[in-house]
């Protein structure tokens, strides 16, 4: 298809789509032709390891057999969209994901985890008739959640933010807990464990508000069911879809039937929510990971690489903290440059790491894959750690206050975000309901 | 898979996953499992011909030997996402697409209508660091148009519309042009033709303002090129979805390479927005109608089955018009109710149409079954005419308007109107500076 080099393609690619940042920048400089399991192919013919899962957006790994023969055949024998929009697929798909997670009663579905989380939090407005949504974390690009990270109110988009703070979100409860349509959070599962999540939909349930697990990239990668599931801990709704359909676009919620069911007042739409081949592809996944021991055997791997990364930091004197889960852990270094050029070095090793230090594994990791990330993530670690001097051996509590911070908001208990949280509650109080949204009658 | 029958199905449905008017309410009772071309087939075995290229995601009919050719391949031999985002079907795919429409400089990709209606309007507001938008016609469901019908003017997400009325954009332009980000604007082929658009984008550029066609239904339909190219209407940005993969779910914003260059700013995101196989497809799509009559073909056809449609609502005599171009006409009855009467029974008769009455072939269509759904329109149009006595023999000014602002908001221009335009002139001018949104810095 093309004689170009990597950094040619890259050229080639920034006059007609590149993103400086998003497509360049925060990537290391391969343009990938192919891929089978977790070795990439750029177009210099170099493979390389993928230990992002693609941004988790793999489950199983590229080309897993039993996905591409049932995607592959849903395209070829039956077709892609129909006239209406249910389809056998997306009745069967609905139905295990609502066996599979307690919080499931019935499961809707669009493309991408960003659109899963806008449809959670209009179902939630919808079926409540109230108006604020309080949040913590990431929940994607649109634009009712363009400012995540520090605790405050966003007035246009009637979004507050407690910042991972139980006290903050206790206080904002107490304040208008009856004008809270839903609190949803994303597992940060490196930083709180499921207790603290318990915590948070116990006290929701008690104010009886709706409570919403963003499972994006929780729901097959903290454990094999989630937060929600494997997590035990109870939700109204969760959302999911890295990982659903192995790299296929899909993404579902899945809850409480009488939240759901206010799917036509909230106005949530699309015509490819009813697209057939992605859902052929999620179920193939389900079938793989609940019928092999292929997602067990990854956890055992993604642990053996997370405390082998651990003891290379170690070894080659890197302060460093190393946490969370085996299919989705982080790797917190001195600062964000030593963190970029370890895994800079080490994509030149052979292994293409995240750089904002969330690693995922594939189920089609094996032994061979793991020795070779540790192999490649010890040669770039050792050259940068050799020219630099680290005064200690653990990282100060200021850089994991300040990563916290930039990875997801979270915020220490001081006398600012006392304030930040005495702002919020007075801000939402004393909010103009004018700003709420009206949805056209035939809308949707 | 499965025995039962369509209605036992869509009692399944109910339980797991069906919106009660989304899903059933506004669709004819089939359950499909397969479709090749345009002719699609229910659980209960009975085929019945597709006359909304499902929701117009269809452009060459399901099941297209080159597309299935292309996509499957590109599952099997390549992969579906890798680590980073850039890939030689993208590169390709942007390349092609900026030869294709004038506005064409650079091109950026998401999944859904939606998806890229909300990343063009972030890019203008980045780019240009103005705030306010203008905007006529349905987007989306996204948050940020949930009012969109008529004029008025929506604080929180700080977009206006302005109905399609050219007075009332002249207006606004002239208030406060220079707050205002983009004029978005969904082409209605049925009822302004290219003229009226021209007139909108020269009032936009001589006032300074990006100008955004949304192209999302009309690029591969209103002509091969869409409005911005068939209908040469010049445009700072389009953004089109559906047919471009065919049915599989990508969508693209297209336009100046200083707007789409804020990619970055604007925080637009998205791990599917690197999806390889719906590329793939997409270029199979632009070899098919790039390459051979059909999509000719389809228009001539499209034609065909319009004016057909035109001759048997005269004949069986039931008052309407029908109007707009080839492949995406409209047809408007005297109630929304003697419409979906006469398209229910047509579904009996084996042809399914939209029941909203925008009607839209694929270049799957032969001639036998543009006959196939003259005929079935007939029989069900002279079951309802002889139900019904239609006091004229033309549609009522007022129904006509009614339904113009059912489907898209046109109003017309009284004094009602006037004292809206006013109002929103003078929300817009008073609004408040802080609900303009803020994006986290790390965001993105």
């Known amino acids: 298809m093309t004689a170009l080099t990597n950094q040619e393609t890259i050229q080639r690619a920034r006059r007609c789509t590149a993103a400086e940042d998003y497509d360049i920048g925060t990537r290391f400089p391969s343009v990938f032709v192919s891929a089978q399991g977790s070795w990439m192919e750029d177009v210099e013919g170099r493979r390389i390891l993928d230990v992002t899962a693609a941004s988790g957006a793999l489950l199983l790994g590229n080309r897993h057999p039993r996905v591409v023969e049932s995607i592959t055949r849903c395209i070829a024998e039956h077709g892609t969209v129909f006239a209406s929009t249910l389809s056998l697929p997306r009745i069967e798909l609905a139905e295990r994901l609502c066996e599979r997670y307690p919080a499931g009663e019935k499961a809707v579905f669009s493309k991408t985890g960003s659109e899963a989380t806008t449809a959670a939090i209009r179902l939630a407005r919808a079926a409540s008739g109230r108006d604020v949504i309080l949040t913590s974390g990431y929940h994607g690009w649109h634009d009712w959640h363009l400012s995540y990270l520090r605790i405050g109110y966003d007035a ?47 006290l929701c349930a008690s104010k009886g508000v709706l409570f919403i697990i963003d499972e994006v990239i929780t729901a097959f990668r903290w454990g094999v069911r989630g937060l929600n599931g494997t997590g035990n801990v109870p939700a109204d709704l969760i959302t999911m879809s890295k990982g659903l359909g192995n790299g296929h676009s899909i993404s579902s919620v899945v809850g409480r039937r009488d939240v759901i069911d206010a799917y036509d007042t909230a106005g949530v739409a699309g015509t490819y929510t009813r697209e057939v081949p992605p859902m052929a592809a999620a179920l193939a996944v389900l079938d793989e990971i609940d019928g092999t021991q292929a997602h067990a055997n990854a956890e055992r791997l993604g642990g053996v690489l997370r405390d082998g990364m651990r003891d290379v930091l170690a070894a080659v004197g890197i302060p460093a903290v190393v946490a969370g889960p085996p299919m989705m852990f982080d ?8 963190s970029w050029d370890v895994y800079r070095a080490a994509f030149d090793h052979g292994a293409y790491f995240e750089d904002s230090g969330t690693h995922m594994v594939t189920t089609a990791f094996t032994d061979a894959d793991v020795d070779h990330a540790l192999a490649a993530f010890e040669k770039g670690a ?24 930039e990875a997801f908001g979270g915020e220490l208990d001081d006398e600012v975000v006392r304030q930040r949280i005495e702002q919020t509650v007075q801000a939402v109080v004393e909010r103009d309901p004018a700003l709420a949204r009206r949805l056209d009658p035939s809308c949707g």
Chains 1, 2 share one sequence.
């Open 156 to 202: 246009g988009n009637r979004i507050g933010c407690f910042g991972y703070s139980r006290h903050a979100l206790a206080r904002m409860l107490d304040a208008f807990g009856d004008d809270v349509a839903a609190v949803i959070v994303t597992p940060e599962p490196a930083w709180f464990d499921e207790e603290y999540y318990r915590g948070l939909s116990r």
């Open 331 to 338: 790797v917190v270094m001195p600062s964000e440059q030593i």
């Open 382 to 405: 050792r050259e940068v750690a050799e020219r630099h001097t680290f005064e200690a051996d653990a990282l100060s509590p200021e850089r994991l206050a300040q990563f916290r911070a």
